[in-house]
């Protein structure tokens, strides 16, 4: 900054960018016929300030920097995910479970009555893998059972629940999938839930009984395989691991995480 002098505060050493007329001094171009203000009028017009010819405020226009890479690229090619195949499946979740499993333990010859399965869908674990030309998938289903039933020689109702995991395993046949794919699973949906009371089941003492409920989760989601690719500028694709489908004689064991 300038120093100011002390006829005209806005007046600098270097000189002002506006005349005395503008700053108040002799007639005030801001107030004149042409002026943004009227004395008569509260009505603003056009500013010009300080002699200038432009009849509007400022216009700035801004522009965002470009943008530097932090190194150049040295290749054409991107490398994007092919898509193998989509497609709906289902999965089915169930287990035998005799009377002895719950708590209170349901007598048996006890006739049964409504069965409540409350399956917990967040807590689903579930492992996948791909082999080729299929997609193996194995996992476990919390859920709550609450048993409604009538002893024998009793005409009271009464109630057991079992907390419990219920298996499901699926194997999918997708031709073209490969080790070493990536599998994309949404989450699981119900579509259904059964229970059947009075199914065979062996008993501690290696009997068959009757003494037993079937519990079934039919549930339902889309299994979709995907596949890193380099693609050129061509369109020309090459696959990232050419010997991905490769086999060896002897299947290895897959040993899945326990849930």
């Known amino acids: 900054m300038g120093n100011f002098s002390k006829k005209n505060t806005m007046q600098s050493n270097w000189g002002s960018a ?63 995910n092919s898509v193998v195949g989509s497609k709906a499946v289902q999965k089915v979740a169930e287990a035998t479970l005799p009377f002895t499993a719950f708590a209170p333990a349901i007598p048996a010859g006890s006739t049964i009555g409504p069965v409540s399965v409350v399956p917990n869908l967040a807590g689903i674990t579930r492992n996948t893998t791909i082999i080729r030309d299929k997609v193996v998938n194995i996992g476990l289903i919390p859920v709550v059972i609450t048993v409604t039933f009538t002893p024998p020689g009793s005409t009271t109702p009464a109630t057991a629940t079992l907390t ?45 009984s009757t003494n037993a409920i079937l519990v079934k989760i039919v549930l339902r989601t889309t299994i979709t395989v995907i596949r890193p690719v380099i693609v050129d500028k061509h369109g020309g694709i090459c696959d990232v691991n050419e010997r991905r489908c490769e086999t060896t004689t002897t299947p290895t064991t897959n040993t899945l995480a326990a849930p």
């Open 18 to 80: 506006c005349s005395d007329s503008d700053w108040g001094f002799g007639s005030d171009s801001r107030f004149g016929d042409d002026s943004r203000f009227d004395r008569h009028s509260k009505f603003k017009k056009p500013c010009k300030v300080c002699k200038s010819h432009d009849d509007s405020v400022c216009d700035c226009n801004f522009k965002a920097p470009a943008r530097q890479l932090a190194a150049p690229l040295n290749s054409d090619c991107v490398l994007v």
């Open 164 to 208: 419990t995991n219920l298996p499901f395993q699926e194997h999918t046949d997708f031709p073209g999938a490969c080790p070493e794919d990536t599998v994309i699973e949404p989450a699981l949906v119900v579509e259904g839930i059964f229970a059947q009371p009075g199914v065979p089941v062996i008993g501690t003492t290696g009997l068959v």
